[in-house]
Nanobody, 129 residues
């Protein structure tokens, strides 16, 4: 069982930065890949970024590539999402999720929210223009 708690959201002006944290409970956290998703008003939940169990690979949505960076500290059971050059269209509730990935998989595995086993409650990010 893994419990996830997001933090670090808030209100920021366009061009600004925020760093989200996803703190996990459970000694098996390092066995899970972790992804960030977001859901804007009236929109479906969409993939943002993901990181593998060992931190050896990361994946990003095209819309955030070059602006967002995902990282993890397994000793602290925490995954981070550094968000720079924020745009109003980044406004959404951001969720982290943990996936018990198969031994072999491609990046497309990360994109499907159904592949994730545990979810946090979300943190609001609002970017003003």
């Amino acid at each position: 069982q893994v419990q996830l708690v997001e933090s670090g959201g808030g209100l920021v002006q366009a061009g600004g930065s925020l760093k989200l944290s996803c703190a996990a409970s459970g000694r098996t956290f390092r066995s899970y890949a972790v992804g960030w998703f977001r859901q804007g008003p009236g929109k479906e939940r969409e993939f943002v970024a993901a990181i593998s169990r060992s931190r050896s690979s990361t994946s990003y949505a095209d819309s955030v590539k070059g602006r967002f960076t995902i990282s993890r500290d397994n000793a602290k059971n925490t995954v981070y999402l550094q968000m720079n050059s924020l745009k109003p269209e980044d406004t959404a509730v951001y969720y982290c999720a943990a996936a018990d990935t198969p031994l072999y998989y491609t990046d497309s595995y990360y994109y499907n929210p159904r592949n994730y086993d545990y979810w946090g409650q979300g943190t609001q990010v609002t970017v003003s223009s």
